[in-house]
């Protein structure tokens, strides 16, 4: 089931992204968290033959509904949500104690 998997892969690294090959908001993500020393996972859907099904279990998951539910950010295992949500934790202070806490940043 797509939903165990998601669950499964998105608690396999301290920050995972499900994204796309081509995605300018999945880069946008990866750029940050690289710039943040933090060392991240992603699974690009359309390289994965389940890749629809995986976004179908994004979709229900990400709120509020969003017609692209990528790139989903997951961190500690917990869905944040997707660009704009991480964009918010950044800029209010917030991203940087929750990476602290998953074990994503050292410093």
């Known amino acids: 089931m797509a939903a165990e998997?998601?669950?499964?892969l998105a608690s396999q690294h301290a920050v995972v992204i499900f994204g796309g090959s081509n995605c300018c908001m999945c880069h946008t993500v990866?750029?940050?968290f690289t710039q943040l020393g933090v060392s991240?996972?992603?699974h690009e859907l359309d390289k994965d033959p389940q890749g629809k099904e995986v976004e179908r279990v994004l979709a229900a998951m990400v709120?509020?509904?969003r017609?692209?539910?990528v790139p989903a950010v997951f961190i500690g295992g917990a869905l944040v949500g997707t660009t704009d949500r991480v964009?918010?934790?950044h800029l209010g202070g917030q991203l940087v104690p929750l990476l602290r806490q998953a074990g994503a940043l050292w410093l």
Do not use: D, E, G, H
């Open 5 to 8: 998997r998601v669950k499964k």
């Open 67 to 69: 017609s692209a539910p």
């Open 30 to 32: 990866q750029t940050l």
């Open 40 to 42: 991240w996972a992603v």
């Open 87 to 89: 964009m918010s934790l």
């Open 63 to 65: 709120v509020p509904a």
